[in-house]
């Protein structure tokens, strides 16, 4: 299961007449899963790789990030669409992540996390017990 950002956020002021809200800045992503992982990008255009964090607490991932913006006291702001502050973005994942095992990567302004599975959440076999001596428990 993955959970998305809300479909109709951008319906509740479609002009941006009410200013600057409180919603987080878009992070573009992708999720994938691959044998016993999951593959996440996630696009960060302008973020350099000490500015980002990532948690993960449960089968959440967070991640946060800060876009480096010129010192603007000497310059005139002629158009604003680039996101400023903190861009936080957390994905829902249907598994608990193995912590131990996760492999972070940023190249070329996407950062790649590789989150395997923890072996506890990882579906297994179970061994049927058979033979005509074995009586059955009553319930």
Do not use: C, W
Not at 50 to 70: G, K
Not at 111 to 121: C, F, K, N, T, W
């Amino acid at each position: 299961m993955i959970l998305r950002t809300d479909p109709f956020r951008d319906f509740r002021d479609p002009f941006g007449l009410l200013g600057p809200t409180s919603r987080p800045a878009p992070m573009p992503a992708d999720v994938y899963r691959k044998d016993d992982a999951y593959l996440v990008q996630i696009d960060l255009p302008g973020v350099v790789a000490d500015a980002i964090d990532v948690t993960i607490r449960r089968n959440v991932v967070t991640v946060s990030a800060q876009p480096a913006r010129p010192d603007e006291s000497s310059l005139e702001l002629l158009l604003n669409e680039r996101p400023v502050g903190t861009m936080t973005r957390s994905i829902a994942l249907g598994e608990e992540i193995d912590v131990t095992n996760v492999q972070a990567d940023y190249v070329n302004g996407v950062l790649l996390l590789h989150l395997p599975i923890a072996e506890s959440a990882r579906p297994r076999r179970i061994n049927i017990r058979h033979g005509e001596s074995q009586e059955i428990a009553a319930r």
